[in-house]
Structures are given as C-alpha cells and as structure tokens.
C-alpha cells in the first residue's frame, strides 16, 4: 500500500462536520490518501493500529481466522465508514483483518493523532460515537441472522436484501464469489449451494453470479425478512 499525497479534508465527510477549525487544521495536519489495487491487505489481527482508516472509495472487507488458517468474512465497510475505530480509540489489537475486494481509496491519520482529537473535542467524540453505534447494531443484526434462521432462510433474506439495494427488477448480481458469501452466511460453501437449491425449487433461478427471483411474494413467505435484522440502520 503506498502512500499518494497529503491532502486536505473532504468537507462532505460525516465525522469532520461541526469541527472546529484547529482540530481539523491538527486532523489535516496527519492525514494521508491511499489508492490501493483489488486484493491488498491493509492490516492483519492482532496488529496494533497506526492510522485511522477512512474509506473514500471501494470497500475494505474484515476478516476473522482461527489458529488453525480458517477464515471467515465478518462485514464490509464502505464510503464514508470509519474502518474499525474501537481499536484506534483504545489503542487495542485488531480483532480482525481487513483487505480490500476492490481498487479502493482511503484517507489515513495517524492513530496517536486521531485518538488527542477525539479526547480533545466533543463534537469529534460524537461522531466517533455514532460509527460505533453503527457498527455495534450492524454486528446485533448479524448474531441475530446467524441465531435464528435457517440456512435456507439466511440466503433468502440475502438475495431479498441485495434486491432492494440494487433497485432491481427480479434479478440480483451477487456482489462477491458464493465461498466468500456463504463466509459472511456463517456457513460453507456446500451449504450455500444446498440452500440456494432449495430456494431454486420454488422462488428463485441461479445463472451463475446472477439470481433471478421468479416469485418474490412466495421467497419473502418462506424466508420471512425481518427489519430488525435485515434493516440497516
């Protein structure tokens, strides 16, 4: 990952709003741009943070691997989005990895900086605040998917989601390849597949990295979306 240029600060980002104009003078002060290309590894857990990632562009997926090199995917973090700032704030190992699926742009600030900002400046604080209230509620969502659906159910809702955000017309692009869905599914690959069979026999047509929803009314009957978990707010 190299670093590009320093650069000023976006006004349009939403934890820079209301800022004083010397804590942003400090922020801009530490603050680094860097254009990454699809696949790099931005940090590994266990590393201890050195900057403060703040996606601009692209996304940064977080990972979680056991001892033994099995890896999971936990979530994507997107534009604008705050990359893992309870780690920054406390100065604590991260818990997971984070690499980027995409060619992605990030601003960076030096940690010791970003954490005498937040200390220094409600207003800062506040909006740091906000991501981790994001981001924990995110993270409820997710238990909760994974706790008390089905497999079947989990995929259904899935497909529903993606549906509704990209605005389509009864055929979904999956956005990554199916082992790294089913990862973030909390399951295998094989189960992925067994589910999207299942889902084939009464709502659904799989074409490769497209899913063509043949009756929506019968996958939302038998998948049971729920805003309180599907929602994302």
Known sequence: MSVVTSMDLPDDLPFLQGLPAAVRAELMGSALQHSVPAGTVLFEQGDVPTFQ?????????????????????????????????????????????????????????QAETFRAA?????????????????QFRRMVRQIKNLKLRSSAERVGCYILAL????????????????????????????????ALAALEKSSIRVEGQTIVILDEPRLIAECRPDELIDGYS
């Open 118 to 134: 937040v200390a220094a400046d409600a207003a800062l604080a506040q909006a740091v605040i906000g991501s981790l209230a994001r």
């Open 163 to 194: 549906s509704a955000r990209q605005s389509a017309t009864g055929r979904v692009t999956l956005p990554y390849e199916k082992t790294l869905i089913a990862s973030e599914l909390g399951m295998t690959r094989e189960s992925f597949s067994r």
């Open 53 to 109: 990632l703040v996606v601009m562009a692209g996304s940064a997926q977080l990972f979680g691997r056991s001892k033994e090199g099995r890896e999971v995917l936990i979530e994507a973090v997107r534009a604008p989005e705050l990359v893992i700032p309870a780690a920054v704030v406390t100065s604590a190992p991260y818990l997971m990895g984070a690499r980027v699926p995409e060619p992605s742009r990030f601003i960076l600030f």
